[in-house]
């Protein structure tokens, strides 16, 4: 995982070469560059010889173009109360916004503001959608509206009466009549004499007349205690309410290279890298420029600024002005540029005593355009690869030949240890010119193909060896056995501890099949350890189908000592064996 973060960090397989310093010629480092992707490929050092070159310096303008977008946050305030500048409605406010924006973007002072901004962005904001808010363009709006509860009216109808200011009575849900209390709503009562009489209360109609609204059937209404309005909380009886508004703009400032103005070399590393990378990899020369307006503003601000310090004015303002009056250029009125600067060179180069054309460009010499040197160089190496693939005739003198190359050896030493597509990644990687994908893939596939005929014959040996190391500890375990040791243990148990013993043993067998596979590809390769940069690290080669064979081999084993075992196990009798 560690490893993997910094693969993604390097950016080159070249030393980076610093912007900042003169000019560097291109050409000739670019020949540096080709010198140390052939040396030890079947060519050295002083085969590389620059023979012509002409060297350019293209540059370019691109203009940054300032998007102000307004970012509203409202706080309403109850009555006529509240900071800002005033407006008379919303309408009002929105007005002056888009007046604003229309300014700012033709606002000397405000591109100043920016350019400071920017210049403050790693690679000075170039190639990315830099959003920047400025402190100094934030506003405070304050407009009147009518509340919108109330309209206006600083009082609402009654929730609870709805406006009529009685409810019905809560004793006898409007009806005016209750229950007689008397007879118990039975119209009759004792009379006294062991019989009964008509209620003298209700007179027999069971009802009486509601003693809680006394037959009025309503009652005032408590909350608004008649007056059928409530005073308007949401205005707080003013009627109105205070809009609030800050307003700040976001800058979205975005510089896009046109195309067209492009030589094709150029546009070639553009495509291939995009813009940020310009000047992250350090291809280009990156400068943010201002116009002769923003000069003039930050002069200006310098002046004021000056007048000022006398009466002892904040320092910070002071500092900033200074830092930032330097490298400002004249380009053009009211607006930023990015001044976009990259070498570029013709070069003709002798490699190997063949030569080549070549277009070089920016200031890491990356290569547009040049034929693919390395193929030539290596093409030697595969064809040895193709024929040890064929035959076990002269392996010795064709694997020499093979590993004179370090692309070879690279290849060797991570065959077993990456898969073909990440060793495929790693060489376009360290050579990103000269060489095919197509020779690429030939190599690695070839030398996959070699390293598993000259290690067949130890991968046999190493599953007959395998197999009689299977057999030895099985034999002890099951027919010994050692096994009885675990006989009391419960079956579950004694099933997990077999299945770890054959897991151990599997893992053995295929360990002892690429052991074996390296400990022969080392003896074959013994001469190339030794005295060269790029050494062949430990190989280990992959077990392919002998690996396979080896486990296979050593399950069989494990089932037929188990079945033989005087102490057969329980599980052996439940997959239908013994
Ligand atoms: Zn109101
Ligand atoms: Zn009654
Ligand atoms: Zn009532
Ligand atoms: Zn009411």
């Known amino acids: 995982m560690v490893k993997k973060s910094i693969n993604k960090q390097k950016i080159s397989p070249f030393k980076i070469c610093d912007i900042s310093n003169e000019q560097p010629n291109i050409a000739e480092l670019g020949r540096e560059h080709i010198s140390q992707l052939v040396k030890g490929n079947g060519a050295d050092e002083h085969d590389v010889r620059l023979v012509a070159s002409k060297l350019e310096n293209f ?134 004499q062991g019989g009964q009489k008509e209620c003298p209360k209700c007179y027999g109609r069971i009802k009486t007349k509601c003693t809680e609204c006394l037959g009025k059937k309503y009652m005032i209404c408590d909350l608004c205690r008649g007056s059928r ?19 700040e703009f976001e800058i979205l400032a975005t510089a896009t290279i046109d195309e067209k103005q492009l030589p094709t070399s150029i546009l070639k590393l553009y495509e291939q890298k995009g813009q940020e990378k310009l000047a992250t990899e350090l291809h280009a020369k990156v400068t943010l420029l201002a116009s002769d307006e923003v000069k003039k503003a930050t002069e200006l601000i310098k002046e004021e600024i000056d007048n000022n310090a006398e009466a ?34 013709k070069a003709e180069i002798s490699i190997a005593a063949k030569r080549y054309g070549a277009d070089i460009v920016g200031y890491q010499a990356w290569f547009s355009n040049i034929d693919n040197f390395i193929d030539i160089l290596i093409k030697p190496a595969i064809v040895a690869l193709q024929k040890i693939s064929k035959g076990p005739m002269a392996q010795q003198s064709l694997i020499n030949k093979a590993l004179k190359y370090r692309i070879i050896k ?53 599953v007959i060896a395998s197999s009689l190391l299977s057999t030895v500890i099985f034999a002890i375990w099951f027919l010994v056995p050692l096994r009885k040791f675990i006989q009391n243990m419960d079956v579950n148990t004694k099933f997990y501890i077999d299945i770890t013993l054959l897991a151990v043993i599997s ?22 350890n030794s005295g060269d940069a790029s ?44």
């Not at 309005?229 to 307003?247: D, F």
């Not at 050593?554 to 599980?571: C, D, E, K, Q, R």
């Open 229 to 247: 309005y409530i005073p308007c909380k949401n205005c707080g009886q003013t009627g109105y309410l205070s809009v609030q508004t800050k307003i």
């Open 59 to 192: 540059s370019f303008t691109v203009m940054v173009r300032p998007n102000f977008q307004e970012k509203l946050t409202e706080n309403k305030i109850v009555g006529n109360k509240g900071a800002g500048e005033v407006c008379g409605s919303k309408e009002d406010m929105l007005q002056k916004i888009a007046v604003l924006k229309q300014n700012y973007a033709q606002d000397a002072h405000i591109l100043f503001l920016l350019f400071n901004k920017l210049k403050k962005l790693p690679h000075m904001g170039w190639g990315r959608d830099n959003k920047i808010i400025l402190d100094e363009l934030t506003h405070n709006y304050i407009y009147s509206e009518q509340c919108s509860q109330c309209q206006g009216a600083r009082e609402n109808p009654c929730s609870k009466c709805h406006g009529k200011g009685n409810i019905p009575c809560f004793n006898c849900k409007g009806f005016g009549l209750m229950d007689c209390l008397y007879c118990h709503a039975t119209g009759r009562v004792a009379d006294g």
């Open 507 to 528: 893992f053995a067998s295929h360990y002892i099949v690429r052991l074996f596979a390296a400990k022969s590809l080392k003896k074959l390769v013994a001469s190339y």
């Open 312 to 345: 002892s004015t904040n320092p910070h303002a002071i500092s900033v002005a200074e830092n930032n009056t330097q490298n400002i250029v004249i380009v053009d009125n009211h607006i930023l540029h990015y001044l976009v600067e990259i070498p570029v060179a």
């Open 410 to 462: 690279e290849i060797f030493s991570n065959i077993g240890k990456k898969s073909k597509g990440q060793i495929f990644k790693m060489l376009k990687f360290e050579y990103p010119h000269g060489l095919s994908d197509k020779y690429a893939k030939a190599a690695i596939k070839f030398a996959d193909i070699a390293i598993s005929k000259i290690t067949e014959k130890p991968k046999i040996k190493a």
């Open 535 to 578: 050494n062949i690290k430990e190989i280990l080669p992959p077990a392919k189908n002998h690996g396979i064979y080896a486990i296979f081999i050593t399950f069989a084993i494990f089932l037929i000592m188990a079945y033989m075992s005087p102490v057969s196990p329980l599980w052996l009798s439940k997959i239908g064996i013994g």
